[in-house]
């Protein structure tokens, strides 16, 4: 059986639902594909002890730009944020706090991260044969590119008046992160912040309103069925094979996985340009973020010197200035720091629906856990050691929380890439280096969403849309599909 | 980043809070103040007619102590602080790197190695910087003492009433000892008047003398509000109000051309930004202008036109009770700067007035109002 | 301010930059005065006290970015300049014996790469004509005051390469860790991480110098390092220069934002209109200046000095080291690090105030170039390590003998026996070397013109921290000197 569309998307995660709505939109025809049972990618929500909810890989996502919001109408199938008004960094016997409001940091990176989404959507609308891409020069084309240089410390130490606020600066920066912040370059991390704020009802009703668009827009979605080749003719992609033998012929595919995934598993290694393939195995991709999911009693008890509404927003545990660095060490020799980063979030406080009255909900993000330890696999023992880490941790600054513990689930590296499909349970799509964002994502001159092979474009975390904003590198890559076929380049 | 998301109150609360009919308040500089004491209008008025008093405690105020104090100032600040002596001061801007404002404010000097530094918005990452560099002392008193403004042309006539022996000129200050209180008296204002300031502990005993000596010169408390009009009338813009100061070291933006401050640029000085301001100076394309708008109706940010192109923007504006007029300050084309250039700008629409009218306005002499003396 | 007796320009510092900086100016008849706070001039050129008979330099230990322009325009070859060893060879040093040797012979070269991978023997004449292609692209840039920033597909290259980190660009090259640990070194001269944007631009930036005629050649002077500085001495000599050793200038005296002279230690004063610092420019601008001279927030940035630094650590031996190896040429450079890692692992052991267990080293024995350094029969071994802490937890009181322990042991599981030989051994703290600010790639990509000059007119930076990547070169002297003259004109 030939199936045939115009356009297949790999992956049903925001930004290939994102993709499909705009393809669908414009009356192409679309078919998305989905190896879970569920589509979402990371943007799903799931009961992990009875009557407790959370979205297991992540609270928050980069936020949609508002123009995408609107045009993908997300607001009115019910996708509506909730913003934390407070971050806070508590150590056992002080506390400091910021709120979003008074953080000209965190301002600054927004106005940086749309200007560069702006760039992005520039080049995703160009033509493919269009020369005037390759003319443009890199440094005066990209917003942020003078963070490319400069370390975070260098860029945040301006702004911070103490140590203890440059240390919640830096632990807001790189939340679940991997970086040491005295490197040159570290300062990108800063157009990388995930603050959209959480989802009423978890990142589940974000898929559900992306869907619930799509369904109105006319695109099928198939579930449980892996891809597992890109079928090329003639040097261009004409398709896709599914696992169980299926193959769907289309004039475009948007593949939402990671770079390394899509090259390295959708096509044979010797079927790729040789530049390709050298450039695609440089590609740096370091999982680095573990999760743990609590369902409490109740909430701790506030310690007496704090007066401000703490569980209201993230809380990062006794950040220091000089922990980043041996925490990148550590990562680097393959085992788990001391005190790497964490952040608590009680999500149930801004959002109730998520457990039982008089419950709560706790998520903590670890920064800085390899995916590879150096004395082997992710055993029993060592999930159930972390655990403990973690917990030690918070109960080192909201005593009693241990307590209060009713169960808990942790998510380690390698179980983000089986769930989701991401080489080495890197949720950022590939390190936040220098040479692999803005203009250089996922490479110098392959202006993203276009790849070096004819008709296949990609979206997703790996593009240098994909980090700065959710749902928008779909949009994007939708785009030059429509320009390119309009132009007449796909058959 | 301020240590505390919480707002503040100053020391002056107890009897602002008697005072606020209506329960207006208004955050500003994180302390929580009177927006106004339920007549805006009539309390800029009282300021032009007859007397007021206003918390001003919310000002930034930081003393710079130690040897080279007078060497970081001067490196800093857009006129030679090193030349004052022990209580005079000096209105000053700071740039950055980039030749940029940063901040403005009133230096002034204690004793040979103590400066204050008075200011509308804070700056403290960047002192804090300087201080470092210089080897100097930073403490930051805003919430160490409490400060009333007085404001019209009955205000000496207060200070006298009260027992305050007040001679000072413009920008002259003193120590006093006044009747058990350590205060200091100083005319640091653009508004021609003085500031009284004392001890927190001390501040309710200042508002009530100040209040029951004024009784007899109509004195009455002005807010936030009431604040903003006389600004505006004498032409000062505001950091945050009407500008946003250079965030960071080398931002180019805004100049002090730009803002109609190079009068508090002394040019001989040797002072951080110089060379850029230097550099970038003349190549401004607009500048700050007075415009007085034919209506009653205030119009914040709008476009200006000239001749059917937009030629520049207000900032600020306000309803001036004294010119019974709509004023803004305006940030236009350097051109059509001069005095009775004609624009054309299109009134907010509001409940009241829901149909986009044009109207003229024109560039008038700042400043709008001059301070009134007592007869 | 100008008396009678005030010179046209002062040059503070008689390091290499300092001597060419006033050579030239000499040169173009301008009264200049040399003022160099040590007794000895040269800077990291200067002749070192080691031990008797013995001759080695301060701080430098081989020279690959002397600027040929000044070697040709002062004469340096008539004045005493030859060169024992024209071109090192880079020796990689494996601890299974397979010595990785990259020299300017591409065959001899690959052939000795194919024992660790066949695929990278293969890349090998590519890698080497991209790097020198990119190299002279670079050169109008860095080695010219008003060069331009390559055009065209070489630019684009330059701008990928420049936010590259050294060890994201080799290993995109090269498989086996030989080759790229061995590569590596060069590229953290800056202070750079290998994984900071700029380490790739450093290889970049080395492959662009010219030695002996040489693209990206590696040269031992006869007579050592000290014999470039009494080439030079006489070069400036010759030309009419004053110099003055042993006065430690103390503040540059401004005459409102332009300089106007020197105040030295003694309280004696000396005017002239232009003003040429051959020293470190952190030096410059928080001791010879008022603070805040350089702006705030310039200032501020530049306190953020740079947290790995590198040590030196020379020793005298009693018999030529052995190296059990045939196809280890006796001049050459040798690399002590055997993957990427170490180097990853020494910096982040170095920012955390420590030092790593494998501490990565650059060593040469410059007296199998030129047996006249030493004692008939004798050697030196000079070998450089980094990254190191540039303020250890410890104190580096205690860092250094620890260091020293450490360099001897690894050198020691190279050349067997090596420790018994050791008669004499010295090693230099970073922290009374060098006062370098932080690199950075603004710094390494802007024209030379920017980067001598300062915030105050009549004052030009000449020193090593004016050059992209801090070097023994004089090159931004000689920019320096041309553009104070083009100003002035």
Same mark, same amino acid.
């Given at each position: 059986?030939?199936?045939? $569309?115009?356009?297949?998307?790999?992956?049903?995660?925001?930004?290939?639902?994102?993709?499909?709505?705009?393809?669908?939109?414009?009356?192409?025809?679309?078919?998305?594909?989905?190896?879970? %049972?569920?589509?979402?990618?990371?943007?799903?929500?799931?009961?992990?002890?009875?009557?407790?909810?959370?979205?297991?890989?992540?609270?928050?996502?980069?936020?949609?730009?508002?123009?995408?919001?609107?045009?993908?109408?997300?607001?009115?199938?019910?996708?509506?944020?909730?913003?934390?008004?407070?971050?806070?960094?508590? /150590?056992?016997?002080?506390?400091?706090?910021?709120?979003?409001?008074?953080?000209? %940091?965190?301002?600054?990176?927004?106005?940086?991260?749309?200007?560069?989404?702006?760039?992005?959507?520039?080049?995703?609308?160009?033509?493919?044969?269009?020369?005037?891409?390759?003319?443009?020069?890199?440094?005066?084309?990209?917003?942020?590119?003078? /963070?490319?240089?400069?370390?975070?410390?260098?860029?945040?130490?301006?702004?911070?008046?103490?140590?203890?606020?440059?240390?919640?600066?830096?632990?807001?920066?790189?939340?679940?992160?991997?970086?040491?912040?005295?490197?040159?370059?570290?300062?990108?991390?800063?157009?990388?912040?995930?603050?959209?704020?959480?989802?009423?009802?978890?990142?589940?009703?974000?898929?559900?309103?992306?869907?619930?668009?799509?369904?109105?827009?006319?695109?099928?979605?198939?579930?449980?069925?892996?891809?597992?080749?890109?079928?090329?003719?003639?040097?261009?992609?004409?398709?896709?094979?599914?696992?169980?033998?299926?193959?769907?012929?289309?004039?475009?595919?948007?593949?939402?996985?990671?770079?390394?995934?899509?090259?390295?598993?959708?096509?044979? /290694?010797?079927?790729?340009?040789?530049?390709?393939?050298?450039?695609?195995?440089?590609?740096?991709?370091?999982?680095?973020?573990?999760?743990?999911?609590?369902?409490?009693?109740?909430?701790? %008890?506030?310690?007496?010197?704090?007066?401000?509404?703490?569980?209201?927003?993230?809380?990062?545990?006794?950040?220091?200035?000089?922990?980043?660095?041996?925490?990148?060490?550590?990562?680097?020799?393959?085992?788990?720091? %001391?005190?790497?980063?964490?952040?608590?979030?009680?999500?149930?406080?801004?959002?109730?629906?998520?457990?039982?009255?008089?419950?709560?909900?706790?998520?903590?993000?670890?920064?800085?856990?390899?995916?590879?330890?150096?004395?082997?696999?992710?055993?029993?023992?060592?999930?159930?050691?972390?655990? +403990?880490?973690?917990?030690?941790?918070?109960?080192?600054?909201?005593?009693?929380?241990?307590?209060?513990?009713?169960?808990?689930?942790?998510?380690?590296?390698?179980?983000?890439?089986?769930?989701?499909?991401?080489?080495?349970?890197?949720? /950022?799509?590939? +390190?936040?280096?220098?040479?692999?964002?803005?203009?250089?994502?996922?490479?110098?001159?392959?202006?993203?969403?276009?790849?070096?092979?004819?008709?296949? $474009?990609?979206?997703?975390?790996?593009?240098?849309?994909?980090?700065?904003?959710?749902?928008?590198?779909?949009?994007?890559?939708?785009?030059?599909?429509?320009?390119?076929?309009?132009?007449?380049?796909?058959? | 980043?301020?240590?505390?998301?919480?707002?503040?109150?100053?020391?002056?609360?107890?009897?602002?809070?008697?005072?606020?009919?209506?329960?207006?308040?208004?955050?500003?500089?994180?302390?929580?103040?009177?927006?106004?004491?339920?007549?805006?209008?009539?309390?800029?008025?009282?300021?032009?007619?007859?007397?007021?008093?206003?918390?001003?405690?919310?000002?930034?105020?930081?003393?710079?102590?130690?040897?080279?104090?007078?060497?970081?100032?001067?490196?800093?600040?857009?006129?030679?602080?090193?030349?004052?002596?022990?209580?005079?001061?000096?209105?000053?801007?700071?740039?950055?790197?980039?030749?940029?404002?940063?901040?403005?404010?009133?230096?002034?000097?204690?004793?040979?190695?103590?400066?204050?530094?008075?200011?509308?918005?804070?700056?403290?990452?960047?002192? !804090?910087?300087?201080?470092?560099?210089?080897?100097?002392?930073?403490?930051?008193?805003?919430?160490?003492?409490?400060?009333?403004?007085?404001?019209?042309?009955?205000?000496?006539?207060?200070?006298?009433? !009260?027992?305050?022996?007040?001679?000072?000129?413009?920008?002259?200050?003193?120590?006093?000892?006044?009747?058990?209180?350590?205060?200091?008296?100083?005319?640091?204002?653009?508004?021609?008047?003085?500031?009284?300031?004392?001890?927190?502990?001390?501040?309710?005993?200042?508002?009530?003398?100040?209040?029951?000596?004024?009784?007899?010169?109509?004195?009455?408390?002005?807010?936030?509000?009431?604040?903003?009009?006389?600004?505006?009338?004498?032409?000062?813009?505001?950091?945050?109000?009407?500008?946003?100061?250079?965030?960071?070291?080398?931002?180019?933006?805004?100049?002090?051309?730009?803002?109609?401050?190079?009068?508090?640029?002394?040019?001989?000085?040797?002072?951080?930004?110089?060379?850029?301001?230097?550099?970038?100076?003349?190549?401004?394309?607009?500048?700050?202008?007075?415009?007085?708008?034919?209506?009653?109706?205030?119009?914040?940010?709008?476009?200006?036109?000239?001749?059917?192109?937009?030629?520049?923007?207000?900032?600020?504006?306000?309803?001036?009770?004294?010119?019974?007029?709509?004023?803004?300050?305006?940030?236009?084309?350097?051109?059509?700067?001069?005095?009775?250039?004609?624009?054309?700008?299109?009134?907010?629409?509001?409940?009241?007035?829901?149909?986009?009218?044009?109207?003229?306005?024109?560039?008038?002499?700042?400043?709008?109002?001059?301070?009134?003396?007592?007869? | 301010?100008?008396? @009678?007796?005030?010179?046209?320009?002062?040059?503070?510092?008689?390091?290499?930059?300092?001597?060419?900086?006033?050579?030239?100016?000499?040169?173009?008849?301008?009264?200049?005065?040399?003022?160099?706070?040590?007794?000895?001039?040269? #800077?990291?050129?200067?002749?070192?006290?080691?031990?008797?008979?013995?001759?080695?330099? *301060?701080?430098?230990?081989?020279?690959?970015?002397?600027?040929?322009?000044?070697?040709?325009?002062?004469?340096?070859?008539?004045?005493?300049?030859?060169?024992?060893?024209?071109?090192?060879?880079?020796?990689?040093?494996?601890?299974?014996?397979?010595?990785?040797?990259?020299?300017?012979?591409?065959?001899?070269?690959?052939?000795?790469?194919?024992?660790?991978?066949?695929?990278?023997?293969?890349?090998?004449?590519?890698?080497?004509?991209?790097?020198?292609?990119?190299?002279?692209?670079? &050169?109008?840039?860095?080695?010219?005051?008003?060069?331009?920033?390559?055009? #065209?597909?070489?630019?684009?290259?330059?701008?990928?390469?420049?936010?590259?980190?050294?060890?994201?660009?080799?290993?995109?090259?090269?498989?086996?860790?030989?080759?790229?640990?061995?590569?590596?070194?060069?590229?953290? *001269?800056?202070?750079?991480?290998?994984?900071?944007?700029?380490?790739?631009?450093?290889?970049?930036?080395?492959?662009?110098?010219?030695?002996?005629?040489?693209?990206?050649?590696?040269? =031992?002077?006869?007579?050592?390092?000290?014999?470039?500085?009494?080439?030079?001495?006489?070069?400036?000599?010759?030309?009419?220069?004053?110099? &003055?050793?042993?006065?430690?200038?103390?503040?540059?005296?401004?005459?409102?934002?332009?300089?106007?002279?020197?105040?030295?230690?003694?309280?004696?004063?000396?005017?002239?209109?232009?003003?040429?610092?051959?020293?470190?420019?952190?030096?410059?601008?928080?001791?010879?200046?008022?603070?805040?001279?350089?702006? =705030? *927030?310039?200032?501020?940035?530049?306190?953020?000095?740079?947290?790995?630094?590198?040590?030196?650590?020379?020793?005298?031996?009693?018999?030529?080291?052995?190296?059990?190896?045939?196809?280890?040429?006796?001049?050459?450079?040798?690399?002590?690090?055997?993957?990427?890692?170490?180097?990853?692992?020494?910096?982040?052991?170095?920012?955390?105030?420590?030092?790593?267990?494998?501490?990565?080293?650059?060593?040469?024995? @410059?007296?199998?170039?030129?047996?006249?350094?030493? @004692?008939?029969?004798?050697?030196?071994?000079?070998?450089?390590?980094?990254?190191?802490?540039?303020?250890?937890?410890?104190?580096?009181?205690?860092?250094?003998?620890?260091?020293?322990?450490?360099?001897?042991?690894?050198?020691?599981?190279?050349? @067997?026996?090596?420790?018994?030989? =050791?008669?004499?051994?010295? =090693?230099?703290?970073?922290?009374?070397?060098?006062?370098?600010?932080?690199?950075?790639?603004?710094?390494?990509?802007?024209?030379?013109?920017?980067?001598?000059?300062?915030?105050?007119?009549?004052?030009?930076?000449?020193?090593?921290?004016?050059?992209?990547?801090?070097?023994?070169?004089?090159?931004?002297?000689?920019?320096?000197?041309?553009?104070?003259?083009?100003?002035?004109?």
């Amino acid at each position: 059986m030939l199936l045939r $569309y115009d356009a297949a998307i790999i992956g049903a995660g925001a930004d290939g639902l994102a993709a499909a709505i705009t393809l669908a939109r414009s009356g192409l025809k679309v078919i998305v594909l989905e190896r879970n %049972e569920k589509p979402g990618g990371r943007c799903i929500t799931r009961e992990f002890h009875p009557g407790f909810h959370a979205s297991p890989f992540c609270d928050e996502v980069p936020p949609i730009p508002a123009e995408i919001f609107w045009a993908l109408d997300l607001a009115r199938h019910g996708a509506v944020f909730i913003p934390s008004l407070v971050s806070t960094a508590l /150590w056992p016997d002080r506390a400091r706090s910021i709120r979003s409001d008074q953080n000209r %940091e965190q301002e600054q990176a927004a106005a940086v991260t749309k200007a560069a989404l702006a760039r992005a959507g520039a080049d995703a609308a160009f033509q493919k044969r269009s020369p005037f891409w390759r003319a443009h020069p890199l440094s005066d084309s990209w917003p942020g590119e003078t /963070w490319a240089t400069q370390s975070l410390a260098d860029v945040l130490v301006s702004d911070a008046g103490d140590d203890d606020a440059l240390a919640l600066a830096m632990a807001r920066a790189l939340e679940g992160r991997l970086a040491h912040p005295d490197l040159a370059g570290t300062a990108l991390h800063l157009l990388a912040l995930a603050c959209s704020g959480q989802a009423v009802g978890g990142l589940q009703s974000l898929t559900e309103s992306l869907l619930s668009v799509l369904q109105s827009a006319g695109s099928e979605i198939l579930c449980g069925l892996e891809v597992t080749d890109i079928l090329r003719r003639d040097g261009r992609t004409s398709g896709l094979r599914l696992a169980d033998g299926t193959e769907i012929a289309a004039r475009a595919v948007i593949s939402t996985l990671d770079l390394k995934r899509t090259f390295l598993s959708l096509f044979a /290694w010797n079927d790729l340009p040789a530049e390709t393939s050298r450039r695609v195995a440089s590609f740096r991709m370091n999982g680095s973020t573990a999760r743990l999911l609590f369902a409490l009693d109740g909430l701790p %008890e506030r310690p007496a010197f704090v007066d401000i509404d703490l569980f209201a927003g993230p809380i990062h545990i006794a950040p220091s200035t000089t922990g980043f660095g041996p925490a990148y060490a550590a990562w680097r020799g393959g085992t788990v720091a %001391e005190h790497p980063p964490i952040t608590l979030r009680f999500t149930s406080v801004r959002d109730p629906r998520l457990c039982p009255a008089g419950t709560a909900t706790l998520t903590a993000t670890v920064g800085a856990v390899p995916a590879r330890l150096f004395n082997g696999a992710w055993t029993h023992e060592k999930r159930d050691a972390l655990s +403990e880490q973690v917990l030690d941790a918070i109960e080192s600054v909201l005593p009693g929380t241990g307590a209060r513990v009713r169960a808990s689930e942790l998510i380690v590296p390698p179980d983000i890439e089986q769930a989701l499909g991401c080489t080495d349970g890197d949720l /950022w799509g590939g +390190e936040i280096a220098p040479d692999q964002m803005l203009a250089l994502r996922p490479w110098l001159d392959s202006v993203a969403p276009r790849t070096s092979i004819d008709g296949l $474009y990609l979206a997703g975390r790996s593009t240098a849309a994909g980090v700065l904003g959710t749902c928008v590198s779909g949009v994007f890559a939708a785009q030059a599909v429509m320009a390119d076929l309009k132009a007449g380049h796909l058959k | 980043m301020s240590n505390s998301p919480q707002i503040r109150a100053t020391p002056f609360h107890a009897r602002a809070a008697r005072a606020n009919p209506f329960n207006r308040w208004v955050a500003h500089n994180g302390f929580t103040l009177t927006q106004d004491y339920g007549d805006a209008q009539a309390e800029a008025l009282a300021a032009r007619t007859n007397v007021v008093i206003a918390d001003i405690s919310w000002r930034w105020r930081l003393y710079l102590e130690g040897t080279n104090a007078a060497g970081c100032l001067s490196r800093l600040m857009t006129k030679n602080a090193s030349s004052l002596s022990s209580g005079q001061s000096l209105k000053v801007l700071w740039l950055n790197d980039g030749g940029a404002v940063r901040g403005a404010g009133v230096v002034a000097r204690y004793a040979s190695d103590q400066f204050l530094l008075v200011s509308a918005a804070t700056d403290a990452g960047w002192f !804090a910087e300087a201080a470092r560099q210089f080897g100097v002392s930073l403490r930051d008193a805003t919430e160490e003492d409490g400060g009333l403004a007085l404001i019209g042309p009955y205000a000496e006539a207060v200070l006298k009433a !009260a027992g305050l022996e007040a001679d000072l000129a413009p920008l002259e200050f003193h120590k006093l000892f006044w009747r058990g209180l350590d205060v200091t008296v100083s005319r640091w204002g653009e508004q021609d008047g003085y500031e009284i300031w004392c001890k927190a502990d001390d501040c309710l005993i200042l508002w009530d003398r100040l209040m029951r000596a004024g009784a007899a010169f109509g004195i009455r408390p002005a807010g936030i509000a009431a604040g903003d009009i006389l600004d505006i009338e004498t032409g000062v813009p505001r950091p945050g109000r009407d500008y946003h100061p250079a965030g960071d070291g080398f931002a180019r933006d805004p100049t002090p051309e730009t803002l109609g401050l190079e009068s508090l640029i002394d040019e001989q000085s040797v002072f951080n930004g110089r060379n850029a301001w230097l550099a970038a100076r003349g190549s401004e394309k607009s500048t700050l202008a007075g415009i007085e708008i034919d209506s009653e109706t205030p119009a914040n940010f709008v476009p200006l036109r000239s001749s059917g192109t937009v030629a520049g923007h207000t900032l600020t504006s306000v309803h001036s009770p004294v010119l019974r007029r709509a004023i803004a300050l305006a940030q236009v084309e350097k051109s059509l700067a001069a005095v009775g250039t004609q624009f054309e700008l299109t009134l907010p629409t509001s409940l009241e007035s829901p149909i986009a009218q044009p109207v003229a306005a024109r560039v008038v002499d700042l400043p709008f109002v001059k301070p009134a003396t007592a007869p | 301010m100008s008396g @009678p007796e005030s010179n046209d320009a002062i040059v503070i510092g008689g390091g290499t930059s300092g001597l060419v900086a006033a050579a030239y100016l000499a040169k173009t008849g301008k009264k200049v005065l040399l003022l160099e706070a040590k007794d000895k001039l040269g #800077g990291l050129c200067a002749p070192g006290n080691l031990a008797e008979g013995f001759k080695i330099a *301060a701080g430098a230990q081989t020279l690959y970015a002397l600027d040929p322009v000044v070697v040709r325009e002062l004469k340096l070859p008539k004045k005493g300049l030859r060169f024992a060893s024209r071109e090192l060879a880079l020796t990689g040093l494996r601890s299974d014996g397979k010595h990785v040797v990259i020299s300017g012979d591409v065959h001899d070269t690959a052939s000795s790469i194919a024992l660790h991978s066949q695929r990278d023997a293969d890349t090998w004449p590519r890698f080497r004509k991209e790097l020198f292609e990119m190299a002279r692209a670079m &050169r109008p840039l860095w080695w010219e005051s008003q060069g331009a920033f390559p055009t #065209g597909i070489e630019g684009q290259k330059i701008e990928r390469l420049a936010r590259m980190s050294s060890g994201a660009w080799l290993d995109s090259w090269f498989e086996s860790d030989a080759i790229k640990a061995t590569l590596c070194f060069d590229s953290t *001269a800056g202070g750079h991480s290998v994984l900071e944007p700029g380490s790739a631009l450093s290889l970049v930036w080395r492959a662009a110098q010219e030695m002996s005629g040489l693209q990206g050649a590696v040269a =031992i002077p006869r007579g050592g390092l000290a014999a470039l500085t009494e080439a030079l001495i006489a070069a400036a000599q010759d030309a009419g220069c004053e110099i &003055r050793s042993g006065v430690e200038v103390v503040r540059v005296i401004l005459d409102g934002e332009r300089a106007a002279g020197v105040q030295m230690r003694s309280g004696e004063t000396c005017f002239a209109p232009l003003v040429f610092s051959a020293i470190g420019s952190f030096r410059l601008f928080s001791r010879l200046l008022l603070p805040g001279t350089l702006g =705030i *927030a310039r200032t501020e940035a530049s306190r953020r000095r740079p947290s790995v630094a590198q040590a030196r650590v020379v020793m005298t031996l009693r018999r030529v080291p052995q190296i059990s190896s045939d196809a280890i040429l006796p001049a050459s450079r040798f690399i002590l690090a055997e993957r990427l890692e170490t180097y990853v692992a020494a910096d982040l052991a170095a920012r955390n105030g420590d030092l790593s267990d494998e501490l990565p080293m650059e060593f040469v024995i @410059p007296t199998t170039a030129d047996a006249s350094l030493a @004692p008939p029969g004798q050697h030196i071994l000079s070998a450089r390590v980094r990254p190191v802490p540039r303020y250890p937890a410890e104190g580096w009181a205690a860092l250094s003998t620890r260091l020293g322990g450490q360099v001897v042991a690894s050198l020691e599981r190279l050349v @067997p026996g090596l420790s018994r030989d =050791i008669a004499h051994i010295e =090693i230099s703290r970073p922290d009374l070397l060098e006062n370098a600010l932080p690199l950075n790639v603004p710094h390494m990509l802007t024209t030379a013109a920017r980067r001598v000059e300062t915030p105050i007119a009549g004052l030009f930076l000449c020193g090593a921290d004016a050059e992209p990547v801090p070097a023994v070169s004089g090159r931004a002297a000689r920019i320096a000197v041309a553009s104070a003259l083009a100003v002035r004109r």
